[in-house]
């Protein structure tokens, strides 16, 4: 069975950093790309950020950038999203996803998301 | 980027009855790389549809979808009580891969 489990959510003031990890087992993990969606109260899912099987392709949301970085460790089937300067619309849970096929860009769906962690940004 | 907009935004339907509800893109959607996502509060999203129209794995056959271009659908076709939820459409297709607002299918 597929599972994703996401740890290290929390509250953070604005500007400071978070990292949020994912552990995965029940599949190959080395063989498909990763991905963060996050949802924010009230909106719309919104696609963050990708990695490559490999880790050397990522993909980055225009939003974020810059200021979120994703790496993946694959002896250890993890893959982790570093976030920085956090801004008040960065709150929002963060779901680790696999995808199946594709690429880190495009093409490849979802069909195993983890039940998310919760980011808070707040003074 | 593709905008999708799903409509109704709220659903209110009765076990049993059959639920229809819409996505439509700013622009085609290549390849057909069009999926469907229920989500229930608390849980992880679940993946329905892939492709347009292909049931994703251990998806009952009460859920289907149709559609190609900018036009989207996803049918249930007899509410069951588990059914009632939050229901997204995403095109990856494209980049950024992009989701609708969600539908809401409550209870009436």
């Known amino acids: 069975e597929v599972q994703l489990v996401e740890s290290g959510g929390g509250l953070v003031q604005p500007g400071g950093s978070l990292r949020i990890s994912c552990s995965a087992s029940g599949f190959i993990f080395s063989g498909h790309i990763m991905h963060w969606v996050r949802q924010a109260p009230g909106k719309r899912l919104e696609y963050v950020s990708a990695i490559s099987a490999t880790g050397e392709s990522t993909y980055y949301a225009d939003s974020v950038k810059g200021r979120f970085t994703i790496s993946r460790e694959n002896s250890k089937n993890t893959v982790d999203l570093q976030m920085s300067s956090l801004r008040s619309e960065d709150a929002a849970m963060y779901y680790c996803v696999k995808s199946q096929g594709g690429t880190a860009t495009a093409s490849g769906y979802f069909d195993h998301w983890g039940q998310g962690a919760l980011v808070t940004v707040s003074s | 980027e593709i905008v999708l907009t799903q409509s109704p935004g709220t659903l209110s339907l009765s076990p049993g009855e059959r639920a229809t509800l819409s996505c439509r893109a700013s622009?085609?959607?290549?390849?057909?790389?069009f999926a469907w996502y229920q989500h229930k509060r608390g849980q992880a999203p679940r993946l329905l549809i892939y492709?347009?129209?292909s049931r994703a794995t251990g998806i009952p056959d009460r859920f289907s979808g149709s559609g190609s271009g900018t036009d989207f659908t996803l049918a249930i076709s007899r509410l069951e009580p588990e059914d009632f939820a939050v229901y997204y459409c995403?095109?990856?297709?494209?980049?950024?891969?992009?989701f609708g607002q969600g539908t809401k299918v409550e209870i009436k």
């Open positions: 995403q095109q990856y297709g494209d980049s950024p891969r992009t």
């Open positions: 622009q085609s959607v290549s390849s057909n790389y």
């Open positions: 492709g347009a129209s």
